[in-house]
């Protein structure tokens, strides 16, 4: 089962929303119950606020169709009110010229929707071939991966993320591009897709790493760069990383959540010319039940409404579990929950866990009696 990023973005309830082309009809409906108790002429200009809400939410036929009840309720209502023949006929008028008006509106609105589906149809062929779905289990581990875009119709941003299963072991990338819109997923995917090759070319994380800024120097300009963890099990047991520039990730282990701080600080992939500094190799040992969650600072610098920083360590204290998915959820949630519901910033998650090897199951031999019994029920004696 492979695993497509979730993006957090409020949206309203499809029951508000399928309710909405039925406000028109009772905007009607209370002006006649209004003119029914006795005020005449007063209320019946309403009557164009029916199709004016219409165009918002219905098709040019559907705006049509208030406008035509709204005039006949209008003119039989005048009708019945004794109203003077040119007052009747401005109500009539304007309640006319609303229902062309708003007949036009909800064309453009129409066609800007079909704009919008299409180019969120190609935003989201292009997150799947930046971000492609990972896989619920690569190699020996179980990998959770949480993106969202602060952008709500972008789909995309300046976050990347990548996992595959190379010869030399399981590596993973997850990294931050300086800057927004376009330039920064133009720059994200040139990241990832560099990447992606090295990492099946390269035996050494350190010459993956080596690719990436190479690419970066011939292509990005003298103010761009990419912060990046780049992480790799090349055997049993350990783990490597490097660190460009990024914030640590955390370790999951018995003893704690701890802070994996780079020995070696180097600089953002793309400012290695400026600043002559390499990034170092640092190996950690990795073993059964540990956990490495992978992030973006669009998480650790979300503020709430007291402009405090979200507790990113304390959270993934709080709700690790033995379930990846789970446990990023949970910390996805509370983010929203920290900063109300909405991101300011693109925020990626990514959370490895190698889980304890099943113990084998003895082999139990069944005396030779028992021979005919279901072999799917030994007997056990």
Known sequence: MRQAPHHGHDHWPRR??????????????????VDLGGSGMTW???????????????????????????????????????????QLAVVLAALLAVTLAGCLASALRGRRERV?????????????ALLQPIPATVGPFRVAVRYSAAAAEARIGGDLYALVSTPYGVRMIVGDVRGKGLPAVSTAAL????????????????????????????????????????????REGQLEVVNCGHAPPLLVRDS??????????????????????TPALQVLPFADGDQLLLYTDGVTE?????REFYPLADGLARHTCEEPSRTVTALHDELLAHVG???????????????AAAPEAPVLHAPAE???????????G
């Open 302 to 306: 979300a503020r709430n409404h007291a």
């Open 256 to 277: 704690g959540v701890v802070p994996v701080d780079p020995d070696r600080p180097a600089p953002p992939l793309g400012l290695r010319t400026l600043s002559g500094e």
């Open 370 to 380: 028992s021979h005919e019994m279901d072999s799917c029920s030994p007997r056990i």
């Open 341 to 355: 519901g909405r991101l300011h910033d693109d925020a990626a998650l990514l959370l490895l866990h190698k889980p």
């Open 191 to 234: 990241v990832v897709g560099v990447f992606r090759e090295a990492a099946y070319d390269e035996p050494d994380l350190l010459a993956v790493v080596a690719r990436i800024e190479r690419s970066l120097a011939r292509n990005l300009g003298s103010d761009d760069f990419v912060t990046a963890v780049v992480a790799g099990y090349p």
């Open 116 to 128: 919008l589906a299409a180019v969120r149809s190609v935003a989201e062929a292009a997150q799947h």
């Open 44 to 86: 019946l200009p309403l009557l164009a606020t029916g199709p004016a809400l219409a165009a918002t939410t219905n098709g040019p036929r559907g705006v049509l169709c208030v406008g035509l009840l709204g005039a006949a309720v209008g003119a039989v209502l005048g009708i019945r009110d004794d109203a003077p023949d040119d």
């Open 16 to 33: 508000s929303v399928a309710a909405l082309p039925l406000l028109p009809i009772v905007i009607v409906s209370a002006v006649v119950l």
